[in-house]
């Protein structure tokens, strides 16, 4: 009965698991570069969006990869959206960097992501 909204993030790379443990309990983590990405890609998203690398889109097979719609929305001079497809934008091309809103998309601003 609920409606569920997600925004979903893709990156691919290699992290770490394990478990992080003290005499008085146990944690599972992730740790590694991927990881931090995701994190800040889900920092990114928006009304309900899937964006994903360019990185992990160049792993997947070119059959594959026809399957896929890929496109950007950007806002012209004339504050119109735009969208275009079968592009890559950077992330400092799709958020304004210097809003301290976004000051957490800094380490990101150079990922291509579509």
């Known amino acids: 009965m609920n409606e569920l909204r997600l925004n979903i993030d893709l990156d691919e790379g290699q992290e770490w698991f394990?478990?992080?443990?003290?005499?008085?309990?146990?944690e599972f983590t992730l740790l590694g570069n991927t990881i931090n990405k995701a994190a800040r890609l889900s920092d990114f998203a928006r009304n309900y969006s899937i964006w994903v690398t360019k990185n992990i889109l160049a792993t997947v097979n070119s059959k594959e990869c026809?399957?896929?719609?890929?496109?950007?929305?950007r806002q012209s001079k004339d504050r119109q959206e735009i969208l275009e497809p079968s592009t890559y934008g950077h992330v400092n091309n799709l958020?304004?960097?210097?809003?301290?809103?976004?000051?957490?998309?800094?380490?990101?601003?150079?990922?291509?992501v579509t």
Do not use: F, M, S, W
């Open 18 to 26: 394990g478990a992080y443990q003290t005499p008085t309990y146990r």
């Open 66 to 73: 026809e399957k896929v719609t890929c496109e950007i929305r």
């Open 95 to 112: 958020k304004n960097l210097e809003d301290p809103t976004n000051v957490k998309l800094h380490d990101i601003g150079a990922l291509p």
